[in-house]
């Protein structure tokens, strides 16, 4: 995979950490605005990154970038995608992944009749302690409860609260706590559960931001909460809760932390190995899929990623966003 990279935030440098853990994986290339060009330089000279563009259009027409990782503010996902794909480079785009269901739509397509990869960057459904859940579900007989919390007090929350609107705190660039935060949450119970029944979006307004909130998705037999907030510290956790045994993860869905079994006879934990880097992981896999063109394996990950979004958009639709 020769990738460029498009942005030079904080996603791009946690990226940029992982990338010698990640065989077969050359960043060739960064692109961003002019106004961001000496960072654009600093990282490229930092990583040994050997071209550095400021128009997109350039970017996308290096011959030697076969596939670009979209590593920008929210909003700008679904048109950077676009572009990429059109200009016939393979795309992994942050979370989540567009605004709307309609737009993945539309990228799916695009990939599929150029025959090119599209894939979604969340970490928490190709993290290895998560595998490790799902393959043991079925031994936690009927699930009947399932909890995810993610909260993580922003480092922009101070500025949000004296009157500032960061990207991260504005809906309108597809900010708040709920997409910044609760995605992870709801990959991680759409990936063990489907597709909820029912959906309803709890939020905490503040500004008319949803700072933090709690999102219930509700099951035939199982009942599921989202809990995310960026104005606020706790201790981010999970647990799936079946009538036979009980797995609780410590730690964020995004990185998943360790993991503990609980059945009647008491209390054990599980081991998994793990990368330190919660990027490797997917990033591994992603350059599998790239290279021997699994479409197989597209067509699935994609088939998640729009039963998340569409989750999502019934949990805003609930609030009437």
């Not at 997109?56 to 920008?72: I, K, N, W």
């Not at 009749?113 to 799902?134: D, K, N, P």
């Not at 660039?173 to 029912?198: C, K, M, Q, T």
């Not at 309803?200 to 307004?205: A, C, E």
Request: charged letters at 20%.
């Amino acid at each position: 995979m020769r990738l460029a990279l498009l942005g030079s935030g904080m996603i791009v440098r946690d990226l940029l950490s992982a990338v010698a853990d990640v065989p077969g994986l050359t960043v060739v290339a960064i692109q961003g605005r002019p106004a961001s060009q000496d960072r654009l330089e600093e990282l490229a000279q930092a990583h040994g990154i050997p071209k550095v563009y400021t128009d997109l259009g350039s970017c996308l027409a290096d011959p030697e970038v076969d596939t670009v990782y979209v590593g920008l503010p929210n909003d700008l996902h679904h048109a950077a995608s676009r572009a990429a794909l059109e200009a016939g480079k393979h795309v992994v785009c942050e979370k989540p992944f567009t605004s709307t269901v309609a737009e993945l739509e539309e990228l799916t397509r695009i990939a599929a009749a150029r025959g090119l990869m599209l894939l979604e960057a969340i970490t928490t459904v190709h993290h290895r302690a998560y595998r490790e859940i799902v393959r043991r579900l079925p031994s936690l007989g009927r699930l009947r409860l399932v909890e995810c919390v993610y909260s993580q007090r922003s480092s922009r929350y101070d500025a949000f609260r004296a009157g500032e609107v960061h990207a991260a705190f504005d809906p309108g660039r597809g900010g708040g706590a709920l997409r910044d935060l609760g995605i992870y949450g709801i990959h991680f119970v759409v990936g063990l559960l489907g597709e909820p029944d029912s959906v309803s979006y709890h939020p905490t307004l503040e500004r008319g931001v949803d700072t933090s909130g709690v999102l219930v998705l509700s099951y035939a037999q199982t009942q599921a909460v989202v809990v995310c907030a960026k104005d606020s510290h706790a201790s981010s956790h999970a647990a799936v809760q079946g009538d036979e045994a009980t797995i609780e993860m410590h730690g964020a869905p995004n990185t998943c932390g360790p993991l503990v079994l609980t059945t009647p006879a008491g209390s054990r934990p599980l081991e998994v190995e793990t990368h330190p880097h919660r990027m490797v992981d997917e990033f591994r896999e992603f350059v599998r899929i790239v290279a021997e063109g699994d479409v197989s394996a597209r067509d699935r990950l994609l088939a998640h990623s729009s039963a998340a979004l569409r989750t999502l958009e019934r949990a805003t639709d609930s609030v009437g966003w």
